[in-house]
Each structure stands twice: as C-alpha cells, then as structure tokens.
C-alpha cells in the first residue's frame, strides 16, 4: 500500500466518523450542503472539461428535483420510485436536446445559447404551471405522515441532520467514483481528441455523437440526482434555488474557480462558494443580499483571465512538479 | 356564434399586431448582440444586464434629477456605450487570445456583477418611470403608444445603424473585420480601435433598447432575465452574426409569444418559443437562413 493510499483511507474514515462525535447542526448543515452542491459541480464539470459548456444543467436540477416532489405529493410515489422516474425525465430531456445538438455539430457558442434556452424553458414551465408548482413562490412536499423510520426511510425524510451527512457523503462519493472510471475509461480520450478537434477524431475513428451523448446523458442524470437530493434535503425548492440560468451560471462559476479539470476541483469550488455566501450572510445580516453575487461575478472575471485552471488545478500543477503525492486527487 | 367569432378575430389581429410591435424591440437588441458577435466573435451573456443598467439610469435621470425624457435618453445611451467599451476593454480584450468559451463565461461573470450591483446599489424594488402614455384605440384594440414608439424608434436606429455600417469608413472596416480579422490588419486598420468602437455601439443599442423598454416595463435588477435569453435565442435562430436572419427571426418569435399568450398565459408563450426554437435546431442548426452545405 502506498503512502498516499492510507492518507486517502484515513481522511476517508474520518469523514464518515465525524457525524458521530461532532454534532453541531449548524457545521453539519453546512457540510450537507456542500457535499450535495459539489457532486452537482462534479457532474457539471464531467461535461465542462471536455469543452462541453452547458447552461442547462439548472434546467436537469430542476427537473429532479420537480419531478419528484410533485409524485410525491400527487401520486403518494415514494421518492424511492419518483427519482428514477425524474432521472428518466431529465435523461430524455439530455437526449432530446443533446442529440440533435451532436448530430449537427452544434458547439462552441452555439451550444452554450441551446442549452441556455434549455434552462429557460424548464424556468418557465415550472413558473407557467403554477396551480401544481407553486410557480416563483416556491414547492414543498409534503410531511410523511407516521414517524416511524420505516416511514420516514420510505418518504426518504430525515430531521436528523447526520443521516442526511452520511447519505450526501456516500453520494458525494459515488460522484467521485463516476469521475475516476470515466477518468480512466476510453471515453475520456475519445473526448480529449473531440474537444482538440472534432473532425480529426471522427476521422480516427471516434464515433463523436455517442461519445457527446454519453457524457451529456451521465451528467445530465448526476444534476437531475443532485436536483432531486437538494428537494429531499431542503424540503423547500423554487425555480431560483435548482432551476434556470442563475443556478446554471453558478455551477459553472464554482467549477471554474475550484478546477474544472481535476475530481476535487469542483469540490473545492462548492466549499468556497458555500462557505463566501454563509460568512457573507451571517456577517451582514439582509444587507449582504446581493454582495455574494457580486464577490462570485468579480472572481469568476478575474479566474478566468488569470487562473483558467482554477484554484486546486492551479496549486495540484505546482506541486506535480515536485511529487507524485496527488495521484489520489 | 358569429358574434363570438367577431370578437375572437379582433383579439387575434390585435395579438398578431402586437408582436410585430414586440418584434421591433425584441430586433434593436438582437442587432446590438449579432454586431458583437460578428465582429469580435464574443457573446455577451450579459447584454440584457446592459440594457437593465440603461433602465435604471433612464429611471434616476427622469425620476431623482427631473431631466426631461427626451434629454435623459441620449445621456443613457452614451453611458451604456461607455459600459460596453468599458466591458470590451476590460474583460474581452484580455481574453481575446482564449479559448471562446471563457470569453463567453467571463460576461457571465459580469452578468453577476451588473445584476448584484443593481440589487445592492438599487435595492430589489421593482420601479417604473411614472409616465403613462395613453392608449390608442382603433376599432375594438388597443394599442399601447409606449409600444408604437417603442417600434418607430427601434426602426429608426436599426435604420441608422445600417447606413452608420454602409455609408462610413469606420462601418465598412467594421464589417470588411467581421469578414475577415487576419487580412484587415496587413489592410491598415486598427483591429482593437475598430473592436472598441463595436462594443461602443453594440452598448448604443443596448441603451437605447433600455430608454424605450423602461416606457413598458418595471424596472428590478432581475429584468434583463426576462428579455435576456430569448434575445440569445433569436441571434441563434437567425444565425449568430447574421443581421438579417435576426431581425427576421425576433418577428417569428415576438409573433409566437404575442399569439400564445393570446391562448393562454404569457409564460406558454414564452414555452412556445422555446419549443419552437428547439424544433428549427434540428431542422435549420446553422440559422434560418443559413445555406445547406
């Protein structure tokens, strides 16, 4: 076992340990948070370092996480059935869009405007089907009813703060997980060599529209789980917080600041935004409405002129230099 | 019955008539964005926050120092092409060797900026003019005069921008550079004065999309979402940098939103749209008008 192998093993052990000696609601709450917004990050960036930049992606968050509200509260479908129900939604949603944007070699600007007026729809959807979401006021599902834990597991609704860390740490996990077997897969050259240059990778033999589709499609299906996560989570979900552009700009904002071309990038992206938009909020109270925004839209300019690779990309490239102690990040 | 269809008739011309005066406005900012696009090659994510910054200042010109309309429009049209220029110089300029995308990511960063500092500086209340024009009526429909305006005025600087690209020296090097930016280099003109005068004027449009907009709409820091994508989606429709498949394209798409908001709520509408977009992705990707290859 190499020395980095146990490093990993035990900030592992202790992530998962932590629940069960620390308590504190409010840390834990912030944890949660970050761990279901990273593995959002993460699955945006699965597309976003292959040059693939979508705006859509608030529009697959919505989507999961609507979607299974709303069977749940109209159909009393356990979120158990209505996720991979949303999952399909958001999946067909990925296809439709994505295929003929492939097809016909829509890229570069072009297909950020495509998957920006994907995101709009979704917005508009939700807000012009208001008798059955709420519209702009925002959707609850509803309480289960019963407290027993087969009910609460059943509706998929914990009150306790450290069920839900560990469940967002396992999906955190799995996220990462994702990243690696797509890091260390075919796909992932097919790709580099699309994103290089599109013609030369047919000619090579690349078949370009699957591989495009089968990224999309993985990622569109991670937002959608993050979405229907989020909704789970929050108990509360508008077309602001997991749906339309503001969300979809955010995912592209904590990717890029984090690093988008590396498995914690997007991590540590989530972390700094989470953590600038709490200090933000608790320091300034209501006048502080605004000044998160305005922090994030100063430092994505300045990220992307002076450090495209983001803050993880940027130090991890550093250190390679001198040792092979990253191989794990 | 016939009496019915009277009536449904009447709404409807008044809706068909509607969009085409939704379209003209809906064209001034698909220009201003396609000119950008064009000639330097970069979308501006934030161009509807642009023309927000212009309804606020056309709103504190009129409201807070009683500057008459007629004054405070050209002052709000010559600081949003300073805005432009600035956001040219500032954040396009040092990216213009980047890979596109992170041009086109930078402006979404500036849309952050423009839309908390308006919410910061502003507050999130939303704010109207208080100028209320009257209403012509014209058999059973009405038509607002803030719209008729609206579309005399977006017709008139389309008008003006079209003899500024065709007439001038600076307008003919803007577009020999949206033709070819390696040659015109070795030809003389100087590609960053010719980018900043673009992005100057492409600003021009902006402001004056706001001063006829701010007749029509409230202002809040979140407006520019409301006219923000589907002016994307028009440049897309029509072909990124192709003027007059934009301007076609902001009539198809105004008409659409005017007559489903005719059979139901505005937002189908704007669904329709998107709808409709989506659909002329498969079939004409490259823009309505482009040439099949």
Redesign the interface.
Known sequence: MKKSDIGMIVVLAALVVLPFVYREPYHLHLMVLILIWSFAYTSWSMMGRF?L?S?GHGGFMGVGAYVTALLWNYFGLSPWIGIPFALVAAGILAL??GY??FR???T???F???T??LS??VL??I??TRDYTGGSLGYTPARATGSSIGSRILALQFDDKATWYLIALLVWLVGLLIWRLIDRSMTRYALEAISEDEDAAAAAGVNVTAEKLKITLISALMTAFAGAMYCQYQMFISPDTVS???VS?QM??AA?VGGLYVALGPTVGAIITILLAETLRIGFGTGA??????I??????LF??FL?QGILGSLLERFRARRKLVRWI | MQAFLDIFDIYLLEAVLNGILLGGVLALLALGLNLI?GVIDV?W?CYAELVMIGMYAMYYLVQYFGVSYFIAAPLTILLVAALGALLHYL?IA??LT?????Q???T?????????????AFG?DFRNLGIRLPILTIGDMNFSYARLLSFAAALIGMVVVYLFMTRTFTGTAIRAIAQDRQIMALMGVDAKKIYLITSALGGALAGLAACLLVLQYDVH?FVG?TF???T??I??LGG?GNFIGGFIASFVLAEIISLGGLFS?L??G??FA??F??VM??IR??GLLARRR
């Open positions: 040059g930049v705006l439709v869009v003929p944007c016909f070699r829509i570069g600007h072009y950020v405007l495509v920006l007026a709009g729809i508009q959807v807000t012009a339309g552009i503001a700009l592209v904002f890029i409405v605004g000044w998160d925004n305005l994030y839209g100063v430092l994505l300019v992307i002129i495209p | 696009f979308t994510i954040v040092p990216l980047a890979p596109p995308i992170n086109l990511l930078a979404g960063g500036v849309l952050f900026i423009l839309q908390s500092f308006a919410t910061v999130i820091p979402l923000g994508p589907i994307f989606l440049c897309v990124l709520d937002e189908w704007y669904v998107f709808g977009f989506m992705m498969f990707p490259a």
